[in-house]
């Protein structure tokens, strides 16, 4: 089956420092990839929409001057938190999805921390 | 607008005994749905999913979903659940034919399988 990578699994930064997220479909070309937030207990809320080699389309109240998205090829996009702050301390969770746009698959995910 | 609604948060159920998770989408057109598994600290794993054709779809480890559209209902069931069956369960879906792409998730059920 398709796989979706994720690193790193976990980091740790300081407040005002950025991290950035790398999301790789390693056994196909994902035409579109999706960035989720998952907060503890809660269900994953969709923050962006990204097509290779366009911009990212954000969901409302999500800001794309913190949250930068890139999707330079059909295998790699990544999610930079820029100045991050404790509350964007969370569970960051991306998919790909190739020619079937509805059929969306998951990476393993990135726990955020920031101090 | 697409929503789901998962009713229960949390489902203790016994080993070898049945359980069903409900969900229930509101949609005024055709809809693709999901369930997802989310084990801890880890991604979403795709269970089983209804894009057309036979309303009821499997998994190959035991569980089973009917796609309800009289009752706009998706539950997921299984006869006999096992310890490792132990997780958090997403229901999703998709409105097709309204040119959005967008998953929606419902809030999850945590399963809790007592030995």
């Known amino acids: 089956g398709a796989v979706v990578s994720q690193h790193p699994s976990r980091v740790i930064c300081k407040s005002g420092t950025s991290v950035k997220i790398e999301c790789r479909s390693l056994?196909?070309?994902?035409?579109?990839m999706f960035w989720y937030r998952q907060f503890p207990k809660q269900s994953l809320m969709l923050m962006a929409t990204?097509?290779?080699?366009?911009?990212?389309?954000?969901e409302q109240g999500v800001e794309k001057d913190k949250f930068l998205i890139n999707h330079a090829s059909l295998t790699l996009s990544t999610l930079t938190v820029t100045s991050a702050h404790p509350e964007d301390s969370s569970f960051y969770i991306c998919s790909a999805a190739g020619t079937d746009i509805y059929e969306q698959y998951f990476g393993p995910g990135t726990r955020l921390t920031v101090t | 607008a697409q929503s789901v609604t998962q009713l229960d948060s949390q489902v203790p159920v016994f080993e070898e005994a049945p359980v069903e998770l409900r969900c229930n989408y509101s949609s005024s057109v055709s809809v693709y749905l999901f369930w997802y598994v989310q084990y801890p600290n880890q991604g979403l794993q795709l269970l089983l999913k209804?894009?057309?054709?036979?309303?009821l779809v499997e998994s190959i480890n035991g569980f089973e979903a009917e796609f309800n559209k009289s009752q706009t209902s998706f539950h997921l069931r299984k006869p006999s659940v096992h310890i490792s069956d132990t997780a958090e369960y997403f229901c999703a879906g998709y409105s097709s034919g309204a040119g959005s792409y967008q998953l929606t998730f419902g809030k999850g059920t945590k399963l809790s399988v007592i030995p």
């Open positions: 056994d196909f070309q994902a035409t579109t």
């Open positions: 990204s097509n290779e080699g366009s911009k990212a389309t954000y």
């Open positions: 209804y894009l057309s054709g036979s309303t």
